[in-house]
């Protein structure tokens, strides 16, 4: 039974390992550092909010795609373009972050604290 036990920790570690630690190819930007991308076109801003959050309070030019229809909308994005995603703060625009490296964008950067750090 002692075989079982360290087999079912391992596994529980792996988990939480893979869960928590950065992916190559996501880098953390501050909201100063997303400001100062405003300005380039080949940059997409990306707020996956829920649609009633994004509606109370939001910044151009972050479009809202929930992350609940992250994947079911990625074809409307630019694979080639750097991507720039946000939340409220900054745990789901992460997962997100996530879910777009694994779909073959290259550049991706997450703002840490989300909107709650914007002002």
């Known amino acids: 039974m002692e075989i079982f036990q360290w087999i079912l920790l391992i596994i529980i570690v792996v988990f939480f390992v893979n869960r928590f630690m950065p992916v190559k190819g996501i880098t953390n930007i501050s909201v100063q550092e997303a400001k ?32 609940s229809n992250l994947t079911s909308k990625i074809d409307q994005l630019d694979k080639e373009k750097e991507i720039v995603v946000i939340c409220q703060s900054g745990m789901r625009s992460a997962q997100a972050a996530k879910i777009l490296k694994k779909q073959g964008f290259e550049k991706v950067y997450n703002v840490k604290g989300g909107m709650s750090a914007w002002y």
């Open 36 to 67: 100062d991308k405003f300005k380039d076109k080949n940059v997409q801003f990306v707020d996956v909010r829920t649609p009633a959050e994004y509606k109370a309070n939001h910044r151009k030019p972050f479009i809202n795609i929930p992350i």
